[in-house]
């Protein structure tokens, strides 16, 4: 199984931003830091798992396990509703792809168990104007 961990990061909110994401699979490690521009940290959050998501599907990865430490992530795709309208479309991005795969699972984990995604999207924050550093 492969094991993703996500991260969003805003510096301001809204601010520059980027996504954080680090593949494990089965000892084959990827790192992704992706510039995203100017929104929110939730957004962020939301275009980290889009952005995993996509590469998954690249890879061909059929069952993928994701971690965020976004509560608000977890419980919109575990729900698949969303309080604030404004999310709405990145939610619904976010079912579309991970019907794709044969097994999608994501999981709530504390910050203190995604420093490695947190470091990446951070770095992607730094490298705003410089494209993207894969």
């Not at 940290?41 to 590469?55: P, R, V």
């Not at 998954?56 to 069952?63: A, E, Y």
Request: proline letters at 4%; a neutral charge.
């Amino acid at each position: 199984m492969i094991e993703v961990h996500i991260d969003g990061a805003s510096a301001g909110n809204p601010g520059p931003s980027g996504a954080g994401i680090f593949i494990n699979n089965n000892g084959t490690v990827e790192r992704h830091s992706i510039p995203l521009g100017n929104m929110e940290n939730h957004e962020a959050e939301y275009w980290a798992l889009i952005k995993a998501l996509e590469i998954c599907l690249n890879h061909q990865f059929k069952i993928v396990s994701f971690r965020t430490d976004s509560q608000l992530i977890n419980q919109a795709v575990e729900k698949g509703f969303v309080k604030n309208k404004r999310y709405a479309p990145l939610l619904d991005q976010v079912l579309v792809l991970s019907s794709k795969l044969d097994l999608f699972f994501l999981k709530w984990i504390p910050s203190s168990e995604n420093k490695s995604a947190d470091e990446l999207a951070r770095r992607a924050i730094r490298t705003n104007n410089r494209g993207t550093d894969s």
